[in-house]
């Protein structure tokens, strides 16, 4: 008994060791990405710097309608359109290939070209600001210090470094010739603030939905054997102008529901109330 429990806790060891060394996914590193640059972008005058994180850009040319962009920074004479690239190991590129390639020990994998995907986003912005002038936009492809880089140069784009990002943006924005008008700027930052409070309205929409779609599938199991997931009692299939719902007949429940409208074959009666 003894040796069997013991087998059984190296076991689970193991198993624990093997999931911690396992590599994050790619939706995971690209999130600690953002960490990494949002706490980059603190290092910024915040009395001369507005800085958005996760901007959804409206955009007719998506099947979504909207484009996503990692970090916008507005300046006094600039802004910064960021897109984060969180990768290790070496990452070869050229200015007109739509992939470029990531090379991690000798594994190969093609990845869409940042610069191309950033260029999207900015090409989006000057529609949405048509009366600022082009030269205003910058393309920034944040990458981690570690990251070896064989890429093109870039007109117009530039890869920078996750430490070096607040001194290139203060930099950058310094040699600007002429810098932003205090209306233009004002725009832009209303503009990109209703875009905020509508990314941060429809995340709520589609918690609370989840978390009732949850809620219903959790019941699901109980209301297929025709018993009310509250009491316990019986459930009886009530039809009305609306379509069908099931109800529990413990008269002090109000527990109701359309989930799963299948079960109702399954009720043993259907009494329709009038």
Not at 39 to 51: F, K, N, S
């Amino acid at each position: 008994m003894e040796i069997a429990l013991a087998g059984t806790l190296i076991l689970i060891a193991i198993v624990v060791v093997l999931l911690a060394l396992r590599p994050p996914s790619a939706y995971v590193r690209g999130k600690q990405g953002q960490f990494i640059v949002q706490g980059a972008l603190r290092l910024l005058d915040p009395l001369q710097y507005d800085i958005f994180h996760d901007i959804v850009v409206p955009c007719a040319s998506t099947a979504s309608g909207g484009c996503q962009i990692d970090h916008v920074v507005v300046g006094p004479g600039a802004i910064f359109v960021i897109e984060t690239t969180n990768i290790q190991g070496a990452l070869h590129g050229k200015r007109k290939d739509m992939y470029w390639t990531h090379v991690i020990g000798i594994q190969k994998r093609r990845i869409y070209s940042p610069h191309r995907q950033n260029a999207v986003h900015i090409k989006t912005l000057r529609r949405n600001f048509p009366d600022l002038p082009k030269d205003v936009w910058f393309s920034v492809i944040a990458v981690p210090n570690s990251l070896r880089l064989y890429v093109e140069e870039i007109s117009g784009a530039h890869i920078v470094q996750f430490s070096h990002l607040s001194e290139f943006i203060t930099r950058a924005n310094s040699h600007i010739g002429q810098p932003l008008s205090a209306a233009q700027r004002e725009h832009v930052i209303r503009t990109l603030i209703r875009w905020k409070r509508r990314r941060s309205i429809a995340r709520w929409w589609i918690w609370k939905r989840l978390r009732h779609h949850k809620r219903d599938l959790g019941n699901s199991l109980e209301v297929a054997s025709g018993r009310c997931p509250v009491c316990g009692s019986v459930l009886e299939v009530v039809r009305d102008d609306h379509g069908s719902k099931m109800i529990c007949t413990q008269s002090s429940c109000t527990f109701s529901t359309t989930v799963l409208a299948i079960t109702a074959l399954r009720q043993p009666k259907d009494r329709t109330k009038t």
